[in-house]
């Protein structure tokens, strides 16, 4: 079965253009006929010029029209748009590894060198070539020498480096310092920080930031000699590119104030969401860009600001969170839109370490950070027995934990502090202490820290089982997976959800930065199959516990409201919901 080389669903333009140029390597590399390497070359260049909706142009045929685009290669794409792929490239695909387009990722690896080092030492992916490059084998190559080599050999350094992704929390700090300096400079007006990161994905590729001005270049001049740069990709008058010392990529675009609007909504995307949108003002008649609104007759529709826009086409205002085309723009119509939950409805957090297991703060020190924050309540959440290797508390230090918790009640009052465990879920799902000093505890979260490769079912299993233990109040980093590390174990989760809600049992945003765990998209599911949510920083130190805000981010882009956050609850309420809890378990 022919592998899909795109998701048909959600590819656009810039994807079939990269295939397209794949396409003509792959050509080039086997020996075909230089008028065909030049077609599908060409045509992934005009694919990029092209304004237009790829998706509609195919429909219409007018992409047809388009030079470079004969019928061939229009059947192609018209292939990869319906399938995910087409004739030509699997059987290209067989024909050439993978590993030899990877190394066109390489500054300076041109289809050309690929080909020279594919046939004459056999080099088929970027650890070989690195391998003969360290060995001086590249140099000896016609055309290559010593220079070439050495280029050769920091292009894959600066691709390990430039192209990867980075989570948000790390992308977010090093926008804000640009963003900072960017829209307090003389001729700003508008601004905003875009793309995915406006959007609060988990991780991101690459920094948008977009403003509105009458002049543009004193503003590229600050941007493009700002110290964090290491390397200036462009400079223009609308765009400006570079990247800062730590890879990240920055674009930085100026738009006219009365493009502002549109330019802020495209350009915060998702792309999948800009075609709805776009799709929807087509229906209304108009046209719908960037770089305006424009009707039938080709006349502008001024709006001062994004809220205006959807106004126009019919629609309630959607916050960035939300633009993901999961079904935004339909309850946008339909008056339907959640309101979202806010930083402020959050009043404490659980499940924090301490010096007790292996936080480097102390109880009272994570207390006091917690009501500096503005927080009501904070919950201890250490490592249980099992947990040797991190601390884990015996159940002596459980009960000398409780005692320091009763202390500081009482001087902290009306602040409360909860007193939780973080429990392993041992390999048959048991919790880690006895059912009494379970007891002893306000709540516990249930987490899996040890023997991640079971199968699904019986992952699954593990898991359900905890849930069902009346102890258990909510489970922890529900998937194990580690963002640009480490994936999730394999577990049916919407039986764990389901499973979750039935029992009265959380199910945790951990909003440590690099987990995010549960992903947004499950976390709407929790809310669908009637559970809650409980948003944990898993916080290690007392500058940890704003992590939350990382969390609130997950829980809005899952379309959650304040009462379906446990963390919303009074002190009061919290305490009512764990001991009404426990007597529906029947704990003592």
């Known amino acids: 079965m022919p592998t899909r080389i795109v998701d048909p669903k959600t590819a656009n333009k810039d994807d079939i253009a990269r295939v397209l140029d794949d396409t003509a390597v792959m050509l080039e590399i086997t020996g075909a006929n230089p008028f065909r390497i030049r077609a599908f070359s060409n045509a992934a260049r005009s694919l990029e010029e092209t304004t237009e909706d790829l998706r509609e142009m195919v429909k219409s045929r007018e992409l047809l029209d388009v030079r470079g685009i004969g019928k061939g290669i229009f059947a192609d794409i018209e292939s990869l748009l ?73 292009g894959i350094a600066r691709m390990r480096k430039y192209q990867s992704r980075f989570l948000y929390s790390d992308a977010f700090f090093q926008a804000n310092e640009i963003y900072d300096a960017i829209r307090v400079l003389p001729g700003v007006e508008q601004h905003i920080l875009g793309g995915s990161l406006r959007r609060r994905k988990e991780t991101i590729g690459d920094v948008d930031i977009l403003v509105s001005a009458d002049v543009s270049a004193p503003i590229m001049d600050v941007f493009t000699t700002l110290d964090q740069v290491a390397t200036v990709v462009a400079k223009g008058d609308t765009k400006s590119s570079v990247i800062l010392q730590t890879g990240i990529s920055v674009d930085l675009r100026v738009v006219k104030h009365e493009e502002f609007a549109f330019a802020s909504h495209y350009f915060t995307g998702s792309k999948r969401h800009n075609t709805e949108v776009r799709a929807r003002a087509k229906k209304l008649g108009y046209k719908l860009n960037e770089y305006g609104l424009f009707n039938d007759a080709g006349k502008p529709t001024p709006c001062k600001n994004e809220t205006a826009l959807f106004e126009t086409l019919g629609l309630a205002y959607i916050a960035p969170e939300l633009r993901e085309n999961t079904g935004e723009i339909e309850a946008a119509a339909s008056g339907t839109l959640p309101q979202l939950v806010e930083e402020s409805d959050i009043r404490g957090v659980f499940h924090c370490h301490t010096t007790y297991s292996d936080g480097r703060s102390t109880l009272s020190e994570m207390a006091e950070a ?91 299993k593990r898991i359900v089982a905890a849930i069902e233990n009346p102890y258990t109040t909510m489970i922890g980093h529900p998937t194990g997976r580690v963002l640009l590390s480490r994936d999730g174990y394999n577990v049916n989760l919407q039986t764990l959800i389901d499973a979750a809600a039935a029992n009265e049992v959380c199910l945790e945003i951990n909003s440590y930065p690099n987990r995010l765990d549960l992903d947004w998209r499950h976390v709407r599911a929790v809310k669908e199959a009637g559970g809650a949510i409980v948003i944990n920083p898993d916080a290690h130190h007392t500058k940890d516990i704003e992590f939350y805000r990382y969390g609130v981010g997950v829980a809005r882009k899952g379309w959650l409201e304040k009462v379906d956050v446990l963390n919303s609850k009074t002190p009061s309420q919290l305490t009512k919901y764990f001991a009404a809890r426990r007597k529906r378990k029947g704990i003592s």
């Open 370 to 460: 917690a009501r500096t924050l503005g927080h009501k309540f904070f919950g201890t959440g250490d490592h249980s027995q099992t947990a040797v290797y991190a601390g884990g508390l015996t159940i002596e230090k459980v009960r000398e934990q409780r005692d320091e918790v009763d202390r500081l009640n009482e001087e902290m009052a009306p602040f409360v502090i909860f007193h939780g465990i973080e429990s392993d879920i041992l390999a048959d799902g048991a919790l880690d202490y006895p059912d009494d000093v379970l007891a002893s505890f306000d709540y516990i979260v249930a987490s899996i820290h040890s023997q991640f490769n079971m199968s699904e079912s019986e992952m699954t």
């Open 82 to 154: 319906t399938t995910g792929t087409f004739e030509l490239y699997e059987d290209l695909r067989k024909q050439v590894p993978a590993g030899v387009l990877a190394m066109l990722r390489i500054s300076g690896m041109g289809p050309k060198k690929v080909k020279l080092v594919y046939d004459e030492l056999g080099i088929k992916s970027v650890e070989e070539l690195e391998h003969a490059g360290r060995a001086g084998q590249l140099a000896d190559l016609p055309g290559f020498g010593e220079k070439t080599q050495t280029n050769i050999l920091s």
